[in-house]
Nanobody
Framework: VQLVESGGGFVQAGDSLRLSCVSS????????MAWFRQTPGMEREFVGG????????DYADAVKGRFAISRDNTKSTVYLQMNSLKPEDTAAYYC???????????????????WGQGTQVTVSS
């Protein structure tokens, strides 16, 4: 399985970005997918996740109401729409796949089996 993120960049506070994560080698349409983020010296932090059919999503409190996850299983792609960005959203953002049959959205990075290489998001004040 290979996950490839894209869409990061340098933006101003209040701007929007949409990250994409494309999977190859294994279908995403039967697995929970999630986004995490990490800043230097810190643990990887759960941002949000989506079940295999998009029927349920879950978000960290810090991004609720501003970020939205969606998926297009026909394109093996998961998206993270980020609105009203804040400087504290600055981080490397990672896509993750939970290759397990349970329809859950764990918040621990240990529960995910595959990871992308990350895409940097920098928000200037």
């Amino acid at each position: 399985v290979q996950l490839v993120e894209s869409g990061g960049g340098f933006v101003q506070a209040g701007d929007s970005l949409r990250l994409s994560c494309v999977s190859s080698g294994d279908p995403v349409n039967i697995y929970t997918m999630a986004w995490f983020r990490q800043t230097p010296g810190m643990e990887r932090e759960f941002v949000g996740g989506i079940t295999w059919n998009g029927g349920r999503t879950d978000y960290a409190d810090a991004v609720k109401g501003r970020f939205a996850i969606s998926r297009d299983n026909t394109k093996s792609t998961v998206y993270l729409q980020m609105n009203s960005l804040k400087p504290e959203d600055t981080a490397a953002y990672y896509c993750a796949m939970r290759r397990r049959p349970e329809v859950t959205i764990p918040i621990s990075s240990n529960e995910y089996n595959f990871w992308g290489q990350g895409t940097q998001v920098t928000v200037s004040s």
